[in-house]
């Protein structure tokens, strides 16, 4: 099975030519899921805080989801990330309440990065406390 190189992405999912790839894959015991991820910048990389649109999270996740409930199978979003603002906040939200009203596609999700330790990280979640 040969991968692209945009294999990662659930928005490039089907037109990376790995949907193919992965339609094929199976378990006699069903217990496989695909992990993909999504950043809602403009290019899909994570590397800005700027993200498209309010809506964003949503518009990626949908076909990936369609493929994962047409080929009955389930997915992972084991990366995901968007800038600390009113749009990449609501943009977050779409992504999330898309993951949950999926169909029951969906098992999960993750956060690319989180702790001080990232530092300037557009996209790291930082819980500070005061005293």
């Not at 990330?81 to 999700?109: F, H, R, Y």
């Amino acid at each position: 099975m040969t991968l692209s190189k945009a294999w990662t992405g659930a928005w490039t999912w089907s037109s990376s030519g790995n949907a193919a790839a992965f339609a094929a894959l199976s378990d006699p015991m069903d217990n496989i899921a695909i992990e993909m991820h999504q950043y809602l910048d403009s290019d899909g990389s994570g590397t800005s805080d700027t993200c498209v649109s309010s809506t964003i999270g949503a518009e990626r996740l949908q076909d990936a989801t369609q493929w994962l409930k047409s080929n009955n199978k389930k997915g992972f979003l084991g990366e995901m990330g968007a800038g600390s603002n009113d749009v990449c906040i609501a943009a977050v939200k779409s992504a999330l309440c898309t993951l949950q009203t999926g169909g029951g596609v969906w098992i999960g999700a993750l956060w690319w990065a989180a702790g001080p330790w990232w530092g300037t990280v557009s996209v790291s979640l930082v819980h500070t406390t005061e005293n």
